[in-house]
């Protein structure tokens, strides 16, 4: 499952830097999460990092975006390698 921000985001800026895969950027309005992208943070940390610091816990697991923890480390697997 991936992550999404709801609209409570106060584009306060300090999730973005703390993805590891790049998987949030800014939207139209608020910041957005690529649910192609996102892996929860499975294979680089124990916890989403973006939920961490996020100062208004506007983060939640996106119910429309369901995976696995296999899924989401194949993901994260595909998504570190080397580019052909």
């Given at each position: 499952m991936a992550l999404m921000i709801t609209d409570d985001c106060i584009n306060c800026d300090v999730c973005e830097p703390e993805c590891p895969n790049d998987a949030i950027?800014?939207?139209p309005e608020i910041y957005e999460i690529n649910p192609d992208k996102c892996t929860e943070c499975v294979g680089h940390f124990n916890e989403p990092q973006c939920q961490q610091v996020c100062p208004v816990?506007?983060?939640?697991?996106?119910p429309e975006w369901r995976e696995t923890e296999e899924q989401l480390r194949a993901?994260?697997?595909?998504?570190?390698?080397p580019k052909a």
């Amino acid at each position: 499952m991936a992550l999404m921000i709801t609209d409570d985001c106060i584009n306060c800026d300090v999730c973005e830097p703390e993805c590891p895969n790049d998987a949030i950027y800014m939207g139209p309005e608020i910041y957005e999460i690529n649910p192609d992208k996102c892996t929860e943070c499975v294979g680089h940390f124990n916890e989403p990092q973006c939920q961490q610091v996020c100062p208004v816990s506007c983060i939640p697991f996106n119910p429309e975006w369901r995976e696995t923890e296999e899924q989401l480390r194949a993901k994260f697997e595909a998504l570190q390698a080397p580019k052909a």
